[in-house]
């Protein structure tokens, strides 16, 4: 049964990325990539990957959905005389492609050494000293902290190109987000939802110290209450150029840069944490980078500024 089960997901998986390919229409093609997101996430539950199946749900399904979604309706009003469909011959090189790259991943997945090269004994041993009971946040947070900040600084960057994007006129003023009239079920829906979802989200936050969550997962369940908030029209969208803004937007960063760089003088390192303090120092950097990153994936699905200040 385990194994019908298993081979009815790969299926659908397949049959899902191959009508994303052969998807006429843009919103069909983002509605499947949603759905296979979805699905992916499944497919890393089975493999005993609950960590990474929580972020491709909430990010590579749910965010990037609806970037996607918010992106092929603002180029749907600009398309006229634009949209060029592929040639055969195009679509014969684009299949051809994905067919090597597919090819080379199963090749290079067959001829791994059994057993595969592995730190995992190593990184075990070390973890009672993180004081962390979840191993993916004891490799995100200690042994490899710097990709970790990075990552947060990309997102931040990501959120610059997208303020770039507005018209001078409207620089440092609030996207346009919501409708003139959201509808009484919208309504309803941000005032009775949000209390359960920022509970859900501190609960993903903190529970990724020893058990599945974290700071990703946590981020975009708070961005989705908050987003649900502004689109019911009971909060205003945020002005861009507001200092405690811009401060939320950073201070996750700027306080995992900070610790990183206090370890010189108490740890004798960049990123290394005292010992009997690396847990609490750990929790503090991933309180600061769920705010941070909740106020950043927000705005990244707000999009550019299309009012002017204080308008």
Known sequence: ??????LALAAWLLALAMHIGRAGEDRNAI???????????????????????LTEVAIGGGG??????????HLRKRRVGLARPMSGAGKAVAALVCGAVTLGLAVAVLTLPNPAPSLA??????????????????????YRALDTVLEKVVVVLALIGVWSL??????GGAPALRSAMAPASLTYLARLLPPFGVVIGIYMFWAGADAPGGTFQAGMVLA?????????????????GRLALRLLLVGGPAI???????????????????????KPLIIGM????????????ALLVAGPARKAPGS
């Open 31 to 53: 509605i499947a990539f949603i759905a296979f997101g979805l699905l992916l996430g499944l497919g890393w539950v089975r493999v005993s990957a609950p960590d990474v199946a």
């Open 286 to 297: 991933e309180a600061a980078l769920a705010v941070s990153l909740a106020v950043t994936l």
């Open 1 to 6: 049964m385990t194994l019908l089960l298993d």
């Open 64 to 73: 990037t959905g609806i970037l996607l979604l918010r992106a092929e309706a």
């Open 166 to 171: 507005a018209p001078d006129a409207f620089w």
């Open 256 to 278: 995992f840069l900070l610790i990183g760089f206090l370890g010189f003088a108490i740890a004798g390192g960049f990123l290394a944490y005292p010992e009997g303090a690396a």
């Open 121 to 142: 004994p190593a990184s075990a041993a070390a973890l009672e000293g993180t004081g962390l009971g979840n191993p993916v946040t004891a490799v995100l947070l200690a």
């Open 224 to 240: 989705a209450m908050w987003l649900l908030v502004i689109l019911a029209g009971l909060r205003p969208e945020p002005e861009t």
